[in-house]
């Protein structure tokens, strides 16, 4: 592996036997080294899925992978990147629930979720949970939602970053419980839970992965879940529509895409391989670790759910006036 460089933050997987030159275009896919690019961060879902489906692949079908982390401008130097690349499936990228968002945040962006990648495939869901800081005299979301009443923009939410799922759907809450908070973004992650656990923030819509601990030790407070039905790492929760609120369901995701022009036998080829990897159970108990779910299917159906959620959260964006900072 001498002769591969590997950046910060990479890692490989499979064998790394050299090509002769003129010997890719020769031998069928994958017959070169594939790179996924993550629009996240070390130790994020998308970036611990994005390994996990490129550690299987390597185990099953012997193909050689590098993953590499690209994240920031609004998942925009991800996408910038694979688009750059040739349409030949050698570059694939990570996709997640944030892209769909660029269009409605970043109009005159260079690149699209739906306009220039060819999906892949959708790879998991996961859902958010509610919580407080224990401080907060609520233990109820219909409790918070007449605290925010009694005291309009006075209470704030914290968010993983702008344009996140938890920035998005605390908009998505305090328009339909007709409240007003102000959004506290962060770029640490863990400043975040530390605010909300010593109460300069008040709530959180969050993934459940980093928090069941808290909670479970009453560091925070849960009231309730995102999913459309109870989940098993937090059982006792009520969802958002035993609290009344049925179109607070939201999920995030995270799935495989690639340039827009790759040949379909190439992106039928990976989706076949990936919805292998989905149906093995060690697979389903590490993605039930971290708090999500395999979904698998195929690239229409992913494309279909790409084209749905840049249509919901254009909606969202308008009707909450959000706009970049």
Known sequence: MS??????????????AGLLPGQ??????PSNLIRVVVPAGAGTPPDIISRMIADELAANEGWRLVVEDRPGALQT???????????DGYTLLTMSLPMTVTPALLPKAETRADVDFDPVIK?????????????LPVDSLAGLVALLKSKPGKLNFSSAGFGTPSHLIGEMFALQAGVRATHVPYQQFS?????????????????TLPVIDLIATGKLRALAVT????????GDIPTVIEAGFPDLVT?????????????????????KAINKVLLEPKIRASLDKIG??????????????????????????????????
């Open 251 to 271: 999920a995030d995701w995270i799935g495989f895409a690639a340039k827009r022009g790759t040949a379909a036998e190439v992106t039928s080829q990976l989706n």
């Open 191 to 207: 400043q975040a839970i530390t605010d909300l656990i010593s109460g300069n923030v008040q709530y959180m819509f969050v993934t």
């Open 3 to 16: 002769n591969i460089h590997v950046p910060r933050r990479t890692f490989l997987f499979g064998s790394l």
């Open 24 to 29: 890719v275009a020769a031998q069928p896919y």
């Open 292 to 325: 999500a779910v395999a979904v698998g299917g195929t690239a229409a159906e992913f494309g279909e759910g790409i084209r749905s959620d840049i249509a919901h959260w254009a909606k969202v964006v308008k009707d909450a006036d959000i706009k970049l900072p």
């Open 77 to 87: 130097i991800a996408m910038n990147d694979v688009s750059g690349r040739p349409a």
């Open 227 to 234: 999913a459309p039905t109870r989940i098993a790492a937090l």
């Open 123 to 135: 790879i998991s869901k996961s859902y958010t949970v509610l919580v407080t800081t224990p401080s």
